[in-house]
């Protein structure tokens, strides 16, 4: 088919150096065709100059001009297809954020296990700012979401197989892209322009057990009608397999810690309730379940043996020494969701005339996750949220005690419940209904098609197209129960032959209703099991229509050459549903109330680019020119309307081999269909609670308050302890908010660039950047909501929109904190990109390539505002947003060979902020009563434990051989070693299996190969 010089210049020199060079003011350099895959920085060269492909015109990410090599002003990053799949990897956004240190997981397959809607998901951010802000395209369009709690474009539904490269630039893209770009954009570009078949077979396991992974690939791309047609067909499957707790040692272990503010001393609870850190070895760490299977009943507190009934008789050993204390929930769980996923993509691409050509692609991707979790374990305090299917009003049921008089109580029971007079405590693991298990179907559609072509005489492009995208998941969740059935099954009594037990309530049994019987293992009936269970089934669509055009050319010649302009015009449309069963729409059950709910949003939009050459080949600018941009966004959205974002960019070519470039941008994020119109709907946060520890005379900050919750006093009143603890774990809601209006973000960036003469191949960048965004849409964390409620000086009865938020039970435990989305925050980052390449040419020996990138976080803060006025927090050095990260890599490529060491770094860093600031003002408490000679004063206060990370290295090892066959034809055979030193990481306090899902996560020692045949 007939390749435009558009084309030409993408195909044979983006890979490489051509994209890099964009940055620089140099020629553009071609790839040697076995080098066409090297991942490359935006500034990274080739040592051999091709002097006619700097005279084409592209576009890159980050605009839709289309302007010489040497022309653009923004900072991009790429990473391709060779150094993708020495990874070894399955799993893209894995690949990208070990390669990329600009970027971070969003939501991974170690982190989403406890979401409600995500779990499978994988997404990446840009600058720690949230996935919301980070634009994620394929092939330069926009996409339909894979998330009901966002607009998240999960990599997940991207197989790695089927990606040519990817291209990431820092900071605001709105005025190009539209909403969403605040902090940046990741596009990812699938393969195309490939002939013949080709087909690739990757497996990889970890060393120490689990975490397998399978992936096949195949592909086929062919020209027709002359070569005016080209086809292109993809596939993937891949599975992985996920990594069990079982599979890790240190996963068994289940810490709970707390810092004595009076002793100043690290304490860790063992059987012998909470003692001091030092001295224990791990295996005495104990903070396990006391809802065995079987059943606790008369329970007095967590760290007394309860009683036990094994059938026969009350026990308080429970089931021995290794249960004395509770039972080892981390049995039943995954450290990584295992997944199953089927993608597909078909390109068709045709030369209607010499000057017009239709294109369109469409894709395909079906993913599958199972997420296991332990059998659902119940108290009499259980409680569920409901809403009456009469009147509409919410309200809340509470499970129970057992009658005394149930005819199911053993005796023995009976008889030591007297002093409980009409009632039984109880606790336990319902085995009997089965593990707790989440399975999620997701499926997605994506196709766009559309015309391209040039006009007058050439010098003008135009281009229009149609998107649509759909993303339907139903998720099922298995092995929950109904709350009011329980209620019902566990009123049972005689019937009228005396011998027959069955449930009181006569509506109850019409329904089906089987007695329940609590008391030893495997005691409940399966007829009972039936009853109670629940299985709700949650189905989410989303849609997304896009219509856009666009004409590109050379408006008008400035002496130092021609002014490149874009104009044209989009309309998006998108569409969210949430349809729900009757379980979850009216809830009552143990899992989450999830209402169903329907909205959409519309955008039309216009926009303009254009790039100023202002210099040329004068003393001091060999080059210079100006980048501005504009787009004007007209949105259905009742707080947004009418938006602007623009953009201002320049690149200075100082002289030959050094250049300055710079970018200012206002972009707007405006808020989504569920941020807006998604009503409360149901999710489990864990949180510290501030009244913790709450004693009769405790002084900490906000306890006098936590002392006006009945339910605390009378808590405090129970323990044989004299203090009120906390589960730390609480129903928390989610709700959008229709108020909402648009986040707007500032960015500024400003760097040079330097290929010094004297060192053939090497390529410098250095690039700061800065962004803040005002009128954030975020949620104040639970901690912080409860911060607002009991320690801001404002006592609790007083109007406190914090404190209506907080439920709390009769017991003093928090029954739910409603977390409702506001534009509430500042945030703002700052940082210095460090870029090298280096290309070293061994003659016989081969040739070496070096690649480094750095970033170096000045500051990532968070400004909000609470009761107290304005209240910033800077996170710099904490866990999750380094202050220095880093990937370096060094290839040798040698006859057919090709041999990669790859290392990704992370600076040291502290666990939590809000843990180290209680320690810090612990700390200064006592020495100002060390100060004042008080006989409380501890001479010598311990550090915080599990709170000081290490810096981490992980290094990887790939090797790749090319056989080449008759005919063009060729197998590549590879493999290779992640983490070579299986570094886990320290043990990570709160992380998942005790792992930090930034440190490894897990997994150890990983080793892959793969066999790829070409054709």
């Given at each position: 088919?007939?390749?435009?010089?558009?084309?030409?210049?993408?195909?044979?020199?983006?890979?490489?150096?051509?994209?890099?060079?964009?940055?620089?003011?140099?020629?553009?350099?071609?790839?040697?065709?076995?080098?066409?895959?090297?991942?490359?920085?935006?500034?990274?060269?080739?040592?051999?100059?091709?002097?006619?492909?700097?005279?084409?015109?592209?576009?890159?990410?980050?605009?839709?001009?289309?302007?010489?090599?040497?022309?653009?002003?923004?900072?991009?990053?790429?990473?391709?297809?060779?150094?993708?799949?020495?990874?070894?990897?399955?799993?893209?956004?894995?690949?990208?954020?070990?390669?990329?240190?600009?970027?971070?997981?969003?939501?991974?397959?170690?982190?989403?296990?406890?979401?409600?809607?995500?779990?499978?998901?994988?997404?990446?951010?840009?600058?720690?700012?949230?996935?919301?802000?980070?634009?994620?395209?394929?092939?330069?369009?926009?996409?339909?979401?894979?998330?009901?709690?966002?607009?998240?474009?999960?990599?997940?539904?991207?197989?790695?197989?089927?990606?040519?490269?990817?291209?990431?630039?820092?900071?605001?893209?709105?005025?190009?892209?539209?909403?969403?770009?605040?902090?940046?954009?990741?596009?990812?570009?699938?393969?195309?322009?490939?002939?013949?078949?080709?087909?690739?077979?990757?497996?990889?396991?970890?060393?120490?057990?689990?975490?397998?992974?399978?992936?096949?690939?195949?592909?086929?791309?062919?020209?027709?009608?002359?070569?005016?047609?080209?086809?292109?067909?993809?596939?993937?499957?891949?599975?992985?397999?996920?990594?069990?707790?079982?599979?890790?040692?240190?996963?068994?272990?289940?810490?709970?810690?707390?810092?004595?503010?009076?002793?100043?001393?690290?304490?860790?609870?063992?059987?012998?309730?909470?003692?001091?850190?030092?001295?224990?070895?791990?295996?005495?760490?104990?903070?396990?379940?006391?809802?065995?299977?079987?059943?606790?009943?008369?329970?007095?507190?967590?760290?007394?043996?309860?009683?036990?009934?094994?059938?026969?008789?009350?026990?308080?050993?429970?089931?021995?020494?290794?249960?004395?204390?509770?039972?080892?929930?981390?049995?039943?769980?995954?450290?990584?969701?295992?997944?199953?996923?089927?993608?597909?993509?078909?390109?068709?691409?045709?030369?209607?005339?010499?000057?017009?050509?239709?294109?369109?692609?469409?894709?395909?991707?079906?993913?599958?996750?199972?997420?296991?979790?332990?059998?659902?374990?119940?108290?009499?305090?259980?409680?569920?949220?409901?809403?009456?299917?009469?009147?509409?009003?919410?309200?809340?049921?509470?499970?129970?005690?057992?009658?005394?008089?149930?005819?199911?109580?053993?005796?023995?029971?009976?008889?030591?419940?007297?002093?409980?007079?009409?009632?039984?405590?109880?606790?336990?693991?319902?085995?009997?209904?089965?593990?707790?298990?989440?399975?999620?179907?997701?499926?997605?559609?994506?196709?766009?098609?559309?015309?391209?072509?040039?006009?007058?005489?050439?010098?003008?492009?135009?281009?229009?197209?149609?998107?649509?995208?759909?993303?339907?998941?139903?998720?099922?969740?298995?092995?929950?129960?109904?709350?009011?059935?329980?209620?019902?099954?566990?009123?049972?009594?005689?019937?009228?032959?005396?011998?027959?037990?069955?449930?009181?309530?006569?509506?109850?049994?019409?329904?089906?209703?089987?007695?329940?019987?609590?008391?030893?293992?495997?005691?409940?009936?399966?007829?009972?099991?039936?009853?109670?269970?629940?299985?709700?089934?949650?189905?989410?669509?989303?849609?997304?229509?896009?219509?856009?055009?666009?004409?590109?050319?050379?408006?008008?010649?400035?002496?130092?050459?021609?002014?490149?302009?874009?104009?044209?015009?989009?309309?998006?449309?998108?569409?969210?549903?949430?349809?729900?069963?009757?379980?979850?729409?009216?809830?009552?059950?143990?899992?989450?109330?999830?209402?169903?709910?329907?909205?959409?949003?519309?955008?039309?939009?216009?926009?303009?680019?254009?790039?100023?050459?202002?210099?040329?080949?004068?003393?001091?600018?060999?080059?210079?020119?100006?980048?501005a941009s504009v787009r004007a966004s007209d949105y259905d959205i009742k707080n947004v309307g009418l938006v602007s974002s623009y953009k201002l960019g320049f690149l200075w070519n100082v002289v030959e081999g050094f250049n300055v470039r710079g970018n200012w941008a206002i972009a707007q994020r405006a808020p989504s269909v569920n941020e807006l119109y998604e009503p409360a709907a149901g999710d489990f946060d864990s949180y510290d609670d501030l009244c913790d520890g709450t004693t009769m005379t405790s002084d900490d900050k906000g306890h006098d308050n936590c002392r006006l919750e009945p339910g605390i006093l009378a808590a405090i009143a129970d323990s044989e302890e004299g203090i009120f603890e906390d589960d730390n774990n609480s129903y928390s809601p989610n709700a959008g908010n229709p108020e909402l209006y648009e986040e707007t973000g500032e960015t500024f960036t400003l760097g040079f660039?330097?290929?010094?003469?004297?060192?053939?191949?090497?390529?410098?960048?250095?690039?700061?950047?800065?962004?803040?965004?005002?009128?954030?849409?975020?949620?104040?964390?639970?901690?912080?909501?409860?911060?607002?409620?009991?320690?801001?000086?404002i006592p609790l009865g007083q109007p406190n929109e914090f404190c209506n938020a907080i439920e709390r039970n009769s017991e003093g435990q928090i029954e739910e904190i409603l977390q409702r989305s506001y534009n509430i925050d500042e945030l703002a980052t700052r940082g210095v990109d460090i870029a090298v390449a280096y290309a070293y040419d061994l003659n016989d020996l081969g040739s070496l390539k070096f690649k480094l990138d750095w970033t170096h976080l000045l500051e990532h803060s968070n400004t909000s505002t609470g009761n107290e006025g304005k209240v910033k927090e800077d996170y710099v050095g904490y866990y999750g947003t380094f202050e220095d990260k880093a990937s370096a890599s060094l290839a040798w490529y040698i006859d057919d060979f090709r041999i990669r060491w790859s290392t990704s770094y992370k600076s040291s860093a502290l666990r939590s902020k809000s843990t180290q600031e209680s320690?810090?003002?612990?700390?200064?408490?006592?020495?100002?009563?060390?100060?004042?000679?008080?006989?409380?004063?501890?001479?010598?206060?311990?550090?915080?434990?599990?709170?000081?990370?290490?810096?981490?290295?992980?290094?990887?090892?790939?090797?790749?051989?090319?056989?080449?066959?008759?005919?063009?034809?060729?197998?590549?055979?590879?493999?290779?070693?992640?983490?070579?030193?299986?570094?886990?990481?320290?043990?990570?306090?709160?992380?998942?299996?005790?792992?930090?899902?930034?440190?490894?996560?897990?997994?150890?020692?990983?080793?892959?190969?793969?066999?790829?045949?070409?054709?």
């Amino acid at each position: 088919m007939n390749k435009k010089p558009i084309t030409i210049a993408i195909q044979t020199a983006i890979y490489s150096a051509l994209a890099s060079s964009a940055l620089v003011f140099t020629p553009a350099y071609a790839a040697e065709e076995s080098d066409v895959e090297k991942p490359v920085k935006q500034v990274a060269s080739q040592t051999e100059q091709v002097q006619e492909a700097a005279d084409e015109k592209i576009v890159i990410t980050g605009s839709r001009l289309r302007r010489d090599s040497f022309t653009v002003a923004t900072p991009l990053v790429t990473l391709g297809k060779e150094a993708i799949s020495d990874t070894g990897l399955g799993e893209l956004s894995d690949i990208l954020v070990d390669n990329m240190p600009s970027l971070s997981h969003g939501i991974s397959n170690t982190t989403s296990q406890s979401s409600v809607s995500n779990t499978g998901v994988t997404t990446v951010q840009l600058r720690d700012l949230g996935s919301t802000r980070t634009l994620t395209l394929i092939d330069g369009r926009r996409v339909v979401s894979n998330s009901k709690s966002g607009n998240y474009v999960s990599m997940s539904t991207i197989p790695s197989g089927m990606v040519e490269r990817v291209e990431v630039i820092t900071g605001g893209a709105s005025a190009t892209y539209g909403a969403d770009a605040v902090s940046g954009v990741v596009n990812i570009i699938t393969q195309t322009n490939k002939e013949g078949f080709g087909a690739k077979v990757r497996g990889g396991e970890s060393v120490d057990g689990g975490e397998k992974e399978f992936t096949l690939d195949v592909d086929y791309g062919t020209t027709f009608a002359d070569d005016r047609g080209y086809l292109f067909f993809s596939s993937t499957y891949d599975k992985q397999y996920g990594l069990k707790f079982t599979d890790r040692d240190r996963a068994a272990i289940e810490p709970s810690f707390k810092y004595d503010e009076d002793t100043m001393q690290n304490l860790i609870q063992t059987e012998d309730g909470y003692v001091h850190l030092t001295g224990t070895s791990q295996d005495q760490w104990r903070n396990r379940s006391d809802g065995i299977f079987g059943g606790v009943f008369l329970e007095s507190s967590r760290f007394d043996p309860n009683y036990w009934y094994d059938g026969q008789t009350l026990r308080d050993d429970w089931k021995g020494n290794e249960e004395k204390y509770g039972i080892n929930t981390r049995q039943f769980v995954q450290l990584k969701v295992p997944s199953e996923r089927v993608s597909a993509a078909l390109k068709l691409d045709y030369d209607i005339t010499d000057d017009v050509t239709f294109y369109s692609q469409v894709q395909f991707s079906g993913n599958y996750t199972v997420n296991d979790k332990s059998p659902e374990d119940s108290y009499e305090g259980e409680t569920a949220t409901y809403v009456d299917r009469v009147t509409g009003e919410p309200g809340t049921v509470r499970l129970g005690y057992i009658p005394i008089d149930n005819p199911y109580v053993p005796e023995e029971i009976r008889e030591t419940a007297g002093q409980y007079k009409d009632r039984i405590y109880w606790d336990r693991r319902m085995a009997e209904v089965g593990n707790v298990k989440t399975d999620n179907e997701r499926e997605t559609v994506r196709a766009w098609a559309g015309l391209q072509g040039t006009m007058f005489d050439g010098d003008w492009d135009w281009d229009v197209s149609v998107g649509y995208g759909k993303f339907h998941q139903e998720q099922f969740r298995y092995n929950e129960f109904n709350v009011f059935r329980a209620q019902y099954a566990l009123d049972a009594g005689y019937a009228e032959d005396g011998v027959t037990i069955q449930c009181n309530d006569a509506q109850a049994r019409a329904d089906g209703c089987a007695p329940l019987n609590l008391f030893g293992e495997g005691s409940i009936s399966k007829e009972a099991a039936d009853y109670i269970r629940a299985n709700p089934v949650l189905n989410t669509y989303n849609e997304q229509t896009t219509v856009m055009g666009y004409i590109a050319g050379d408006l008008f010649e400035m002496p130092a050459g021609p002014v490149a302009t874009v104009f044209g015009a989009e309309y998006r449309n998108e569409s969210q549903e949430a349809i729900t069963d009757d379980e979850l729409t009216y809830g009552g059950i143990t899992w989450n109330l999830v209402p169903g709910f329907k909205g959409e949003i519309s955008v039309a939009e216009v926009f303009a680019e254009a790039s100023f050459p202002l210099l040329k080949d004068v003393v001091g600018a060999e080059h210079l020119s100006l980048e501005a941009s504009v787009r004007a966004s007209d949105y259905d959205i009742k707080n947004v309307g009418l938006v602007s974002s623009y953009k201002l960019g320049f690149l200075w070519n100082v002289v030959e081999g050094f250049n300055v470039r710079g970018n200012w941008a206002i972009a707007q994020r405006a808020p989504s269909v569920n941020e807006l119109y998604e009503p409360a709907a149901g999710d489990f946060d864990s949180y510290d609670d501030l009244c913790d520890g709450t004693t009769m005379t405790s002084d900490d900050k906000g306890h006098d308050n936590c002392r006006l919750e009945p339910g605390i006093l009378a808590a405090i009143a129970d323990s044989e302890e004299g203090i009120f603890e906390d589960d730390n774990n609480s129903y928390s809601p989610n709700a959008g908010n229709p108020e909402l209006y648009e986040e707007t973000g500032e960015t500024f960036t400003l760097g040079f660039t330097y290929m010094p003469s004297f060192m053939d191949g090497l390529s410098l960048a250095v690039d700061y950047y800065d962004i803040s965004i005002t009128d954030a849409i975020d949620e104040f964390s639970n901690e912080r909501i409860i911060e607002e409620c009991y320690a801001t000086g404002i006592p609790l009865g007083q109007p406190n929109e914090f404190c209506n938020a907080i439920e709390r039970n009769s017991e003093g435990q928090i029954e739910e904190i409603l977390q409702r989305s506001y534009n509430i925050d500042e945030l703002a980052t700052r940082g210095v990109d460090i870029a090298v390449a280096y290309a070293y040419d061994l003659n016989d020996l081969g040739s070496l390539k070096f690649k480094l990138d750095w970033t170096h976080l000045l500051e990532h803060s968070n400004t909000s505002t609470g009761n107290e006025g304005k209240v910033k927090e800077d996170y710099v050095g904490y866990y999750g947003t380094f202050e220095d990260k880093a990937s370096a890599s060094l290839a040798w490529y040698i006859d057919d060979f090709r041999i990669r060491w790859s290392t990704s770094y992370k600076s040291s860093a502290l666990r939590s902020k809000s843990t180290q600031e209680s320690w810090e003002e612990a700390m200064l408490d006592n020495d100002e009563r060390c100060a004042a000679g008080s006989e409380d004063c501890v001479a010598n206060p311990e550090s915080l434990a599990f709170q000081n990370y290490a810096s981490y290295f992980k290094h990887n090892l790939a090797v790749s051989y090319t056989m080449d066959m008759e005919n063009e034809s060729a197998v590549i055979l590879s493999g290779g070693v992640n983490n070579i030193f299986d570094d886990k990481g320290q043990f990570f306090y709160g992380g998942r299996g005790n792992f930090g899902s930034e440190y490894d996560a897990g997994t150890g020692r990983f080793i892959f190969v793969s066999a790829e045949v070409r054709f």
